[in-house]
Protein backbone atom coordinates (compact mmCIF):
# COMPACT_ATOMS: atom_id res chain seq x y z
CA UNK A 1 0.00 0.00 0.00
CA UNK A 2 1.31 3.52 -0.83
CA UNK A 3 -0.92 5.02 1.74
CA UNK A 4 -1.45 9.07 0.50
CA UNK A 5 0.69 9.99 -2.03
CA UNK A 6 0.86 14.39 -2.56
CA UNK A 7 2.54 15.96 -5.10
CA UNK A 8 4.57 17.69 -5.44
CA UNK A 9 6.67 17.80 -2.53
CA UNK A 10 7.88 20.75 -3.12
CA UNK A 11 6.72 24.03 -5.49
CA UNK A 12 7.50 27.94 -5.81
CA UNK A 13 5.08 30.00 -7.31
CA UNK A 14 4.83 33.30 -8.30
CA UNK A 15 2.10 35.82 -6.85
CA UNK A 16 -1.19 35.22 -8.88
CA UNK A 17 0.02 31.98 -10.50
CA UNK A 18 -2.54 29.17 -10.25
CA UNK A 19 -1.47 25.45 -8.97
CA UNK A 20 -3.39 22.26 -8.06
CA UNK A 21 -1.56 20.00 -5.25
CA UNK A 22 -2.58 16.71 -5.69
CA UNK A 23 -3.57 14.22 -3.16
CA UNK A 24 -4.33 10.12 -3.44
CA UNK A 25 -5.12 7.56 -1.31
CA UNK A 26 -5.49 4.06 -2.02
CA UNK A 27 -6.89 2.87 1.32
CA UNK A 28 -10.39 3.08 0.27
CA UNK A 29 -11.09 5.87 2.80
CA UNK A 30 -14.22 7.79 2.71
CA UNK A 31 -12.56 10.89 4.81
CA UNK A 32 -10.05 12.99 3.08
CA UNK A 33 -9.10 16.44 4.34
CA UNK A 34 -6.46 19.12 3.84
CA UNK A 35 -4.56 20.87 6.44
CA UNK A 36 -2.07 23.66 6.13
CA UNK A 37 0.65 23.85 9.01
CA UNK A 38 2.29 26.86 10.05
CA UNK A 39 5.45 27.41 12.59
CA UNK A 40 3.20 27.36 16.29
CA UNK A 41 0.13 27.18 14.99
CA UNK A 42 -0.25 23.64 14.60
CA UNK A 43 -2.25 22.73 11.47
CA UNK A 44 -5.47 24.12 10.38
CA UNK A 45 -8.18 22.55 8.19
CA UNK A 46 -8.79 24.24 4.64
CA UNK A 47 -11.85 21.70 3.15
CA UNK A 48 -12.55 18.44 3.70
CA UNK A 49 -14.89 15.46 2.31
CA UNK A 50 -16.55 12.70 3.71
CA UNK A 51 -16.93 10.97 0.51
CA UNK A 52 -17.33 11.41 -3.33
CA UNK A 53 -19.23 14.32 -4.29
CA UNK A 54 -19.30 15.66 -0.68
CA UNK A 55 -16.79 18.57 0.37
CA UNK A 56 -17.07 21.29 2.98
CA UNK A 57 -15.11 24.20 4.52
CA UNK A 58 -12.79 23.78 7.34
CA UNK A 59 -11.25 27.03 9.22
CA UNK A 60 -8.92 28.74 6.86
CA UNK A 61 -10.51 27.87 3.50
CA UNK A 62 -10.34 31.14 1.75
CA UNK A 63 -8.44 31.38 -1.22
CA UNK A 64 -8.72 27.50 -2.25
CA UNK A 65 -10.85 25.20 -4.01
CA UNK A 66 -11.64 21.70 -3.92
CA UNK A 67 -13.54 18.93 -5.21
CA UNK A 68 -13.82 15.48 -4.56
CA UNK A 69 -15.28 13.08 -8.10
CA UNK A 70 -13.88 9.61 -6.94
CA UNK A 71 -13.07 8.32 -3.51
CA UNK A 72 -9.12 8.18 -3.80
CA UNK A 73 -8.32 11.36 -5.17
CA UNK A 74 -8.70 14.98 -2.97
CA UNK A 75 -6.87 17.71 -5.18
CA UNK A 76 -6.41 21.28 -3.24
CA UNK A 77 -6.39 24.18 -5.82
CA UNK A 78 -5.00 27.42 -5.53
CA UNK A 79 -6.92 30.24 -7.37
CA UNK A 80 -4.59 32.90 -7.06
CA UNK A 81 -1.71 32.70 -4.97
CA UNK A 82 -0.59 35.04 -2.63
CA UNK A 83 2.49 35.21 0.03
CA UNK A 84 0.35 34.38 2.82
CA UNK A 85 -0.18 30.68 1.28
CA UNK A 86 3.41 30.16 1.58
CA UNK A 87 3.17 26.73 4.38
CA UNK A 88 3.25 23.44 4.23
CA UNK A 89 0.32 21.45 3.66
CA UNK A 90 -0.71 17.94 4.04
CA UNK A 91 -3.29 15.75 3.18
CA UNK A 92 -5.16 13.21 5.38
CA UNK A 93 -7.71 10.23 5.05
CA UNK A 94 -9.55 8.21 7.16
CA UNK A 95 -12.10 5.07 6.98
CA UNK A 96 -14.27 6.99 9.17
CA UNK A 97 -13.05 9.93 11.24
CA UNK A 98 -12.68 8.28 14.41
CA UNK A 99 -10.02 6.14 14.40
CA UNK A 100 -7.21 8.65 13.49
CA UNK A 101 -6.39 10.10 9.95
CA UNK A 102 -3.44 8.77 7.92
CA UNK A 103 -1.27 11.73 6.90
CA UNK A 104 0.71 12.20 3.55
CA UNK A 105 4.21 13.77 3.26
CA UNK A 106 3.46 16.85 2.25
CA UNK A 107 4.06 19.60 0.03
CA UNK A 108 6.32 22.73 0.93
CA UNK A 109 5.28 25.98 -0.86
CA UNK A 110 6.98 29.01 -1.42
CA UNK A 111 4.67 32.33 -2.63
CA UNK A 112 7.06 34.75 -4.08
CA UNK B 1 -15.89 25.13 17.70
CA UNK B 2 -13.50 22.88 19.59
CA UNK B 3 -10.34 23.72 20.28
CA UNK B 4 -6.69 22.30 22.21
CA UNK B 5 -4.13 23.92 24.00
CA UNK B 6 -0.65 22.37 24.29
CA UNK B 7 1.29 24.08 27.39
CA UNK B 8 4.89 24.79 26.21
CA UNK B 9 5.83 25.17 22.63
CA UNK B 10 9.32 23.91 23.55
CA UNK B 11 10.16 21.42 26.17
CA UNK B 12 13.78 20.37 26.85
CA UNK B 13 14.51 16.56 29.08
CA UNK B 14 17.86 14.83 29.65
CA UNK B 15 18.16 11.61 27.80
CA UNK B 16 16.70 9.04 30.43
CA UNK B 17 14.62 11.41 31.51
CA UNK B 18 10.62 11.78 32.27
CA UNK B 19 8.75 13.24 29.16
CA UNK B 20 5.47 15.51 29.98
CA UNK B 21 3.83 16.72 27.49
CA UNK B 22 0.53 18.66 28.24
CA UNK B 23 -2.79 18.82 26.01
CA UNK B 24 -6.33 20.35 27.35
CA UNK B 25 -9.44 20.46 25.13
CA UNK B 26 -12.30 22.26 24.89
CA UNK B 27 -15.32 20.25 24.68
CA UNK B 28 -19.30 19.64 25.99
CA UNK B 29 -19.00 16.14 25.41
CA UNK B 30 -16.35 13.67 25.42
CA UNK B 31 -13.88 13.67 22.09
CA UNK B 32 -11.67 11.36 20.43
CA UNK B 33 -8.47 12.32 21.39
CA UNK B 34 -5.14 12.13 19.23
CA UNK B 35 -1.50 12.39 19.84
CA UNK B 36 0.91 12.80 16.38
CA UNK B 37 4.74 12.53 16.28
CA UNK B 38 6.18 14.92 13.28
CA UNK B 39 9.38 14.45 12.28
CA UNK B 40 11.69 16.80 10.38
CA UNK B 41 10.84 17.21 6.75
CA UNK B 42 8.33 14.63 7.47
CA UNK B 43 4.18 13.87 7.49
CA UNK B 44 2.41 13.01 10.33
CA UNK B 45 2.15 9.42 12.68
CA UNK B 46 -0.40 8.63 15.07
CA UNK B 47 1.28 8.12 18.57
CA UNK B 48 -1.84 7.09 20.31
CA UNK B 49 -5.63 7.67 20.67
CA UNK B 50 -8.23 8.23 23.15
CA UNK B 51 -11.72 6.84 21.64
CA UNK B 52 -13.95 6.34 24.92
CA UNK B 53 -12.36 2.74 26.22
CA UNK B 54 -9.69 2.72 28.93
CA UNK B 55 -8.29 6.09 30.08
CA UNK B 56 -4.44 5.26 30.21
CA UNK B 57 -3.94 4.47 26.15
CA UNK B 58 -0.46 3.03 25.33
CA UNK B 59 0.94 3.96 22.46
CA UNK B 60 4.11 3.09 20.06
CA UNK B 61 7.83 4.43 20.88
CA UNK B 62 6.38 4.05 25.20
CA UNK B 63 4.26 6.66 24.89
CA UNK B 64 1.31 6.93 26.89
CA UNK B 65 -1.15 9.60 27.63
CA UNK B 66 -3.89 9.47 30.38
CA UNK B 67 -7.68 10.59 29.71
CA UNK B 68 -8.93 13.17 32.56
CA UNK B 69 -12.54 14.03 32.03
CA UNK B 70 -12.24 16.43 35.01
CA UNK B 71 -9.38 18.02 34.09
CA UNK B 72 -10.03 17.80 30.31
CA UNK B 73 -6.40 17.14 29.70
CA UNK B 74 -4.77 14.33 27.51
CA UNK B 75 -0.88 14.66 28.95
CA UNK B 76 1.41 11.86 26.59
CA UNK B 77 3.93 10.92 29.19
CA UNK B 78 7.29 8.34 28.92
CA UNK B 79 9.13 7.48 31.44
CA UNK B 80 12.68 7.79 29.94
CA UNK B 81 13.73 9.66 27.01
CA UNK B 82 15.66 8.87 24.22
CA UNK B 83 17.65 10.94 21.72
CA UNK B 84 15.20 9.58 18.79
CA UNK B 85 12.57 10.55 21.08
CA UNK B 86 13.59 14.32 19.26
CA UNK B 87 10.27 15.77 17.43
CA UNK B 88 7.58 17.63 17.43
CA UNK B 89 4.35 16.12 19.10
CA UNK B 90 0.28 17.76 18.35
CA UNK B 91 -2.62 16.62 20.25
CA UNK B 92 -5.88 16.93 18.54
CA UNK B 93 -9.21 16.13 19.24
CA UNK B 94 -12.10 15.06 16.83
CA UNK B 95 -14.91 17.04 15.80
CA UNK B 96 -17.52 15.06 15.44
CA UNK B 97 -20.06 17.99 14.17
CA UNK B 98 -17.18 18.66 11.09
CA UNK B 99 -17.22 15.25 9.59
CA UNK B 100 -14.89 13.66 12.10
CA UNK B 101 -12.13 16.39 11.07
CA UNK B 102 -9.51 17.09 13.52
CA UNK B 103 -8.77 20.37 15.39
CA UNK B 104 -4.99 20.88 16.00
CA UNK B 105 -2.94 22.12 19.40
CA UNK B 106 -0.48 24.33 18.65
CA UNK B 107 2.48 21.77 18.85
CA UNK B 108 5.51 20.87 21.28
CA UNK B 109 8.75 20.46 19.89
CA UNK B 110 10.74 18.09 22.29
CA UNK B 111 14.42 18.30 22.25
CA UNK B 112 16.69 15.56 24.47
CA UNK B 113 19.65 16.38 26.10
CA UNK B 114 22.75 14.01 26.17
Known amino acids: NAGVTQTPKFQVLKTGQSMTLQCAQD?????MSWYRQDPGMGLRLIHY???????DQGEVPNGYNVSRSTTEDFPLRLLSAAPSQTSVYFC???????????FGSGTRLTVV | AQSVTQLGSHVSVSEGALVLLRCNYSSSVPPYLFWYVQYPNQGLQLLLK??????LVKGINGFEAEFKKSETSFHLTKPSAHMSDAAEYFC????????????FGGGTRLMVKP
Open chain 2, 50 to 55: YTSAAT
Open chain 1, 27 to 31: MNHEY
Open chain 1, 92 to 102: ASSLTGFYGYT
Open chain 2, 92 to 103: AVSERNAGNMLT
Open chain 1, 49 to 55: SVGAGIT
